[in-house]
């Protein structure tokens, strides 16, 4: 019995959104079967990334469909608006046996109301977004992504593509997930999480001058000797009070920051340098290359290493 993949996509959608699972479901489909992959819009055809898709009309898919995925793409504000998509969104899911996003498609999930109390993620430059948005949904910012129950949701982009693995091999088993991942020559379960790709984003807004001064301090010279105390003077506070009001106000602990800080400007030279990582560690305040290993797994879940052979070059060169 062939499982319908349903791919929902709007004008300005983004093209690799669409081509990533549906590739991975026709892949599947063409070494065992199993699978009709299908793509609608209301309306029928669409525009995504400046190029022209058929497609049927989302208003006259009959259903009941096995997953239904919708896409991300830089018009997903306008369509997340759009009440004739959002009630066919609800029609399709209510007998759907899954449904799924793509990047910011999570935002067509939740503005239809189907990720309420659900854990869910979507591209790491919107997780902020979503949970202000969408109080109702618990945000998961460092997932690639995210199953809750019949409910699944993915990071940006190529993310897409390890979502429709991950279901693959759920309704069938790792081997054929594998074929298909390497016929796709892309990683099966890919290392890391989000923030590898977001090291650099920032903090909430801070009001106090004094916290304001510490962090462009901290931002300045990521080595120095950031002790409390020392935080504190800058910030003309008590070190008790310090204490107290930086994590409400940045969202860390100093030391979290701090070491927070310390990786991005570690990850900026290795992007950019061939120094060794015993270097790179005494330039940025880590003092050995294991302390900043373990700061890497923890902030970024990679290690310098394996930073710098990911993010330095395509190896085209």
Do not use: N
């Not at 945000?139 to 190529?158: E, H, M, Q």
């Amino acid at each position: 019995m062939e499982r319908e993949v349903l791919i929902v996509g709007y004008p300005d959608a983004t093209l690799l959104d669409i081509a990533g699972p549906l590739e991975v479901f026709r892949g599947a489909a063409a070494v065992r079967g199993g699978y009709r992959v299908r793509l609608a819009a209301v309306g029928g055809g669409f525009t995504a990334s400046g190029v022209g898709l058929a497609a049927d009309d989302l208003r006259e898919v009959a259903g009941p469909v096995d997953t239904l995925v919708v896409v991300g793409g830089s018009g997903f504000e306008q369509a997340a608006r759009d009440a004739e998509l959002l009630a066919q969104l609800r029609r399709l899911a209510g007998p759907a046996r899954r449904v799924a996003s793509v990047c910011t498609g999570a935002f067509l999930l939740a503005a239809a109301g189907l990720l309420d109390g659900a854990r869910a993620t979507t591209h790491w430059a919107y997780c902020g977004r979503l949970a202000a948005d969408h109080p109702a949904v618990e945000v998961v910012p460092d997932a690639i992504f995210v199953r809750d129950g019949r409910l699944a949701t993915s990071a940006g982009v190529t993310a897409g593509i390890d979502l429709a693995l991950a279901l693959l091999e759920r309704d069938h088993d790792a081997a054929l997930a594998r074929l298909v991942a390497r016929w796709l020559v892309v990683f099966l379960q890919r290392p890391g999480g989000q923030s590898q790709f977001s090291v650099r984003s920032r903090v909430p807004p801070v009001r106090e001058p004094g916290l304001r001064a510490v962090l462009d301090a901290i931002a300045d010279d990521p080595a120095g000797a950031w002790t409390v105390a020392e935080m504190a003077r800058r910030a003309a506070m008590s070190a008790r009070h310090f204490a107290r009001v930086f994590p409400r106000r940045v969202g860390a602990s100093p030391a979290r920051y701090v070491e927070r800080a310390r990786v991005e400007a570690a990850a900026g030279v290795l992007e950019s340098g061939d120094e060794g990582l015993d270097v790179v560690a005494r330039r940025c305040g880590f003092g050995s290359s294991e302390t900043m290993r373990r700061a890497f797994l923890r902030v970024l879940g990679v290690t310098p290493g394996g930073y710098r052979h990911r993010f330095r070059t395509t190896g085209a060169a």
